[in-house]
């Protein structure tokens, strides 16, 4: 089964300080996606990067950066000079292949439990 | 992406009645899902709704509970029936296209006395 851990339930920052979320997986899988996503207290889920098993090449959009490690099945998101509109619930979240007659190439997640992140000024 | 839109984005519900959450996408997408998040919790899949046959259910969702229309390829609902306090939870859908890239949309915080 499909397993998603994020070890920290909450972190708090102060503002320009750098803070980087931890995410373990499992999976059987060979071929597999993680995710993470950002959800203010508006609710809203938003995505901030898909990748897929097989490039574990790091990823730096502004001031997100990704570490992917296969041999340590890990996907930790790092946030540089964190501001205060980072506070926010990140999630994690891994896909898994769907039954071959199920249609399409689209994959059920699995969510971690998600970390709290504040960040104070 | 897609813009995904849900309707209503909140209600307060009396226990016993049934809520009706519309999900509208903005383009024709393969697969529409259906997530619960309850309170402070992450999110769980309900069910995957399929265009042109019966919804996928998760184990612990069944159909009666939660019955699920797909219509066409843009638009599907989700039904709460039934409903008590433990239904309490922002319900979310999602949609996947080509990238099978899942987005959300604004979800629907429901609320049940």
């Known amino acids: 089964a499909q397993k998603v851990t994020q070890a920290q339930t909450e972190i708090s920052v102060v503002e320009k300080e750098d803070v980087t979320l931890d995410c373990v997986y499992e999976t059987r899988d060979t071929t597999y996606y993680l995710f993470w996503y950002k959800q203010p207290p508006s609710g809203e889920l938003v995505f901030l990067i898909r990748r897929n098993s097989f490039d574990e090449q790091n990823e730096i959009s502004g001031r997100y950066s990704w570490n992917f490690q296969k041999s340590t099945s890990s996907f930790n998101f790092t946030i540089t000079a964190s501001q205060v509109v980072d506070s926010a619930v990140y999630f994690c979240?891994?896909?898994?292949?769907?039954?071959?007659?199920?249609?399409?190439?689209?994959?059920?997640?699995?969510f971690g439990k998600g970390t709290l992140l504040t960040v104070n000024p | 992406s897609a813009v995904i839109s849900q309707k209503p984005s909140r209600d307060i519900c009396q226990r016993g009645t049934s809520l009706t959450i519309q999900c509208q996408v903005d383009?024709?997408?393969?697969?529409m899902f259906w997530y619960r998040q309850q309170p402070g919790q992450s999110l769980t899949l309900i069910a995957t709704a399929n265009q042109g046959s019966e919804a996928t259910y998760e184990s612990g969702f069944v159909i009666d509970k939660f019955p699920i229309s797909r219509p066409n390829l843009t638009f599907s609902t989700l039904t709460v029936s039934n409903m008590s306090p433990e239904d309490s939870s922002i319900y979310l859908c999602?949609?996947?296209?080509?990238?099978?890239?899942?987005?959300f949309g604004p979800g629907t915080r429901l609320t049940v006395l």
């Open positions: 383009s024709q997408v393969t697969m």
């Open positions: 999602s949609s996947s296209g080509s990238t099978d890239t899942q987005y």
């Open positions: 979240a891994l896909s898994e292949s769907k039954a071959p007659n199920s249609g399409g190439s689209n994959y059920k997640l699995t």
